[in-house]
């Protein structure tokens, strides 16, 4: 009948409510005309839905205790919040991106975790992924990151954090060499590729994706890998091998007959 929440400051009723499972239903001159939807596992999994919001808003020691009240016919849930207090970034550093300016690396997307911002490990983790994201799509395919956590002297919920990157090689493409086609021509597919993989481009994971993507969209291969002839280390040169499988080809037969009626 009713969904409520008590204690939240930081997040809206309306922003609170969006993400439960448990539905109130509707009702119209006191007639119910819809029925809602509540059981045991739906209030589990909105108490969850709950915690990971304010969690990821860098509330880490947030409590939420939800209370059924029957009424006749229905029941009203109240979600008890103990918010906490939240975490900030005190300060960020980035180090070791000796050939990439961080303007490159956030340029997609800024960095979740910046000055006065909330803290939380899923924001650290988002941080890393787009910033490897970016090294890979530039060609450091050994790029690696490390994150170094501590809160400020003066305030525990103040974290000053720390990125320390590791670039490697960055490689790039010395040649392109198709393989196993029978019937498609080389020069075919290395029309397909050329936008994404060819002689002088980054070795980019992201760029061998999608021209395999385009590969396969054409219906003519069952199986496609577009990748380099050998793990990157500390070379910056290699070739790249496209290798396909022909599908089957489709063939006609014609033939003709004759009818007699008498």
């Known amino acids: 009948k009713g969904v409520y929440f008590q204690g939240n400051r930081y997040f809206s009723g309306d922003r609170l409510e969006a993400i439960t499972s448990i539905k109130k239903g509707r009702s119209f001159l006191g007639y119910m005309?819809?029925?809602?939807?509540?059981?045991?596992d739906l209030l589990g999994r909105s108490v969850d839905a709950l915690t990971g919001l304010y969690k990821n808003a860098g509330f880490a020691d947030v409590s939420i205790n939800p209370k059924v009240a029957d009424a006749?016919?229905?029941?009203?849930?109240?979600f008890q919040i103990a918010e906490g207090a939240q975490d900030k970034v005190g300060g960020i550093r980035v180090e070791g991106n000796r050939t990439q300016p961080l303007r490159v690396l956030s340029a997609?997307?800024?960095?979740?975790?910046?000055?006065?911002?909330?803290?939380s490990p899923y924001r650290q983790e988002q941080d890393r992924n787009q910033i490897l994201a970016t090294y890979f799509d530039l060609g450091y395919l050994n790029a690696s990151f490390q994150s170094a956590v501590t809160p400020s002297a003066d305030n525990p919920h103040l974290m000053n954090v720390v990125y320390t990157i590791t670039e490697g090689p960055q490689g790039h493409i010395s040649a392109v060499v198709p393989l196993g086609?029978?019937?498609?021509?080389?020069?075919?597919?290395?029309?397909?590729?050329?936008?994404?993989?060819?002689?002088?481009?980054?070795?980019?994971?992201g760029k061998f994706f999608t021209a395999e993507s385009d590969l396969y969209k054409l219906n003519i291969f069952d199986w496609v890998s577009v990748k380099p002839l050998q793990p990157i280390s500390d070379q910056t040169q290699d070739e790249v091998l496209v290798k396909v499988h022909e599908s089957k080809r489709y063939t006609m037969d014609i033939g003709g007959g004759i009818e007699v009626i008498p």
């Open 33 to 40: 005309f819809t029925r809602g939807k509540f059981n045991e």
């Open 72 to 78: 006749v016919a229905a029941v009203n849930v109240t």
């Open 181 to 205: 086609e029978k019937v498609t021509r080389p020069s075919f597919l290395q029309s397909m590729t050329e936008p994404n993989v060819s002689k002088g481009k980054p070795l980019s994971q």
């Open 108 to 119: 997609g997307q800024p960095l979740d975790l910046q000055t006065g911002n909330p803290y």
